[in-house]
C-alpha cells in the first residue's frame, strides 16, 4: 500500500424505531501507514462554518479500531469487538459522555486495497441512541480500482 492513499469512510445510524438509516459518506485523500502489525490512516476534516479543523488518526488491527480526533472536535473512540467502551466527546457545543458497545471489528487486506467494517451501539449519557455501521475502503491513491460512483 502506497503512503497516499484515498479513504471511503460511510458510515449508516439506525434509530431504535426507524427502519431506514441515516447515512453520511465521505471520500478524502488521506495518508497510510503501517507500524508494529497496526494500520493507521490520517486525514484532516473540515467542518462547515468552522476555520479550525479536525486530524483524525485511525488506527486498526485484528478486531479493534481506535479513532482519535484532535483540533475543533477532541475525542478518542476505541471499538473492540465484545467491549464497551465510555468516552467524552468534546465539540464546540460542549462535552458529550458517549458509549462504543463494539459487536463487530472487521478488516480485509489486499496488496493495494483494505477494507475494514464495524457494528457498534451508540449511548448517550448511558442510555442507548443508535445501532450504527462504520465501512472504510482504503485504496493507493495510483491505484486501480477506486470510483467515485454512487452505489
Known sequence: MTKEVLL???????????ADGDKIETITPAEYYKRNDSHYVVFDEVAEGFRESTKNIIKFKDNSLDLTKRGLVNVHMIFEENKKNMTNYATPYGNILIGIDAKSVKMMEEEE????????????????????????????????????QAE
Open 8 to 18: 471511503s469512510l460511510r458510515g449508516l445510524q439506525f434509530d431504535t424505531g426507524a
Open 113 to 148: 486495497h483494505i477494507e475494514v467494517d464495524v457494528d457498534y451501539a451508540l449511548e448517550v449519557n448511558y442510555e442507548h441512541f443508535a445501532n450504527c455501521k462504520i465501512k472504510m475502503d482504503i485504496r493507493s491513491k495510483d491505484g486501480e480500482g477506486f470510483s467515485l
